[in-house]
C-alpha cells in the first residue's frame, strides 16, 4: 500500500515539474534532495558530517595512529586531537599554511607531527596550483581552473611522497584512520598506500569527492577498487549510511565526504 502510494506520488510529481514554468523549481527540489542525500553539506563541519565522525565514530575505535593528508591549516587535525588520544601525522605542503599548523603542534603534547611534503603515488616533485586566499582549494590538476568557483594562479613545486614510503620511514605498522582531501588527488594517495592496505588495512579511510573527480574521469566506484575490502558509507550529519558503490546517487559529482569501513568494525562505527 505504502509503495503504492509513493508510485502515485511520483507520477504525480512528474506531471507537474515537467512543466518548464516549474523548472527552477524543480531544480532547487533537486538541489534539496541532494542535500538530504549527503551532497553539498559544505557549510561547516557538522553539516557535512565531520564532526559526527570525529567526536562520535573515532571515538568508539579508538584510533591510535592517523594520518591527515591534505591537512591545509590543520582544522581536522585539532578536531581529532580535541577528541581522542591519538598521535596526527599531517601532511601539507603549502608553506603559508604551516604556520597555523606549528601553532597546534605546539601545543599539541608532541601528539601532531607536521610534514610539509604533498602525498601521492610515487616520490619526487610536483607543481602544485593554488590560491593564497583559498589554500584549501589547492590542487595538481594542471585543469582544475575549470570549475567556477577555483581560481589557482599561483604555482609552487612540492615534494612528494607517499604513504607507503612515510610509513616504512617512520617504522609505522599500523595506521588505524586515514583523512584524504587532496582535491581531485586521491587515486594517487590510494595507490601509494597499496603496501599499507595489503599488510595492515586501516580500520576507516574518509576521502572528499567533488567535481575534480569528474575532471580526473574518476568516480566512487572507481576509488572503491582501490579499496576492494572495505564497505562504503556517506557521511551526514549525526550518522554514517551505507553505499553501494556502483549505484549512481553514489557518484554524483557534487561536494560530499566518503568513509571507507574496515568490515570487521562496522557495528562498532554505524
Known sequence: MILRILGLMERLYISVFRIRSLAKLNRAVLRAALRAHGYNNYASAKESGEEYLITDVLRRINPEVVFDVGANVGKYSEAILRSTNAEVHAFEPIPINLERLREIQNKSNGRLIVNQVGVGDVPGMLELAYNPDATAHASFLNNVNEIPYINNEAMIEVEVTTLD??????????????????EGFEAEVLTGMSNILSSAPPKMVQIEFNTHQMLRGHSIYTLSQLLPDFKLFQMLPGRLDERNPIDPLSNVYQYSNFVFVRPDICDHVV
Open 165 to 182: 614510503i612515510y610509513a616504512k620511514k617512520h617504522s609505522l605498522t599500523a595506521i588505524d584512520f586515514i583523512k584524504i582531501d587532496t
